[in-house]
């Protein structure tokens, strides 16, 4: 599988309600941060994977007359892109080990801080730190994200534009082949 670019120009967007936001800059007294930038590129792909599987609990209630039982309408309120992500979730989890799987859904799909998830599973402080980095890594590896973009050295560069903004050479040459 090739490898993917991780470290975009544009910087990587993370929820703030999470703690990778925290996790991925440098704390004080720390040259770098905890989570790297394919760590940071899979946790992102995997909140929008898990936004797009519907997977959140409702915390209002919905009267959609398609949702109330007898209201009607008798659709299936799955859409097929959240039945597809799902799937991707699913095949994505089963690839990780399974503390790492439940750590990284519960921080990155449903939002969850470390100190919660440790005191829920009755795990030692900082364990669920190291558990989240090791199922980034894991989910990196299987989207192919690498920390740095390798690519090419150089690559020619072409032009279809020459001198008075008229098509250049390579670009008549096409047209008489079509």
Known sequence: MPRREAAM??????ADTTPLLRLAK???????????AR????????????????????????????RIPGGGGGGNDLSD?????????NTLVAGLPGDCAGVVLDVCGFGKGLAEIEAE??????????????GLDALAR???LDDRAVGPASRRLE????????????????????
């Not at 994977?49 to 959140?56: C, D």
Request: zero cysteines; proline letters at 5%.
């Open 26 to 36: 440098p704390q004080a007294g720390e040259s770098e941060a905890f989570l790297g």
């Open 159 to 178: 032009v279809f534009i020459g001198e008075g903004g008229l098509p250049t050479d390579s670009v008549r040459r096409r047209e008489r082949e079509m």
């Open 39 to 66: 760590q940071l590129e899979a946790a992102v792909r995997l909140q929008g994977l898990f936004r797009r599987a519907a997977l959140m609990p409702r915390l209002t209630m919905s009267y959609d007359a398609v």
């Open 142 to 144: 299987q989207w192919g």
């Open 121 to 134: 599973r009755r795990w030692p402080r900082r364990s669920a730190k190291f558990l989240l980095r090791a």
């Open 81 to 89: 892109s959240a039945a597809t992500a799902r799937k991707q979730l």
């Open 9 to 14: 120009a544009a910087p990587v967007r993370v």
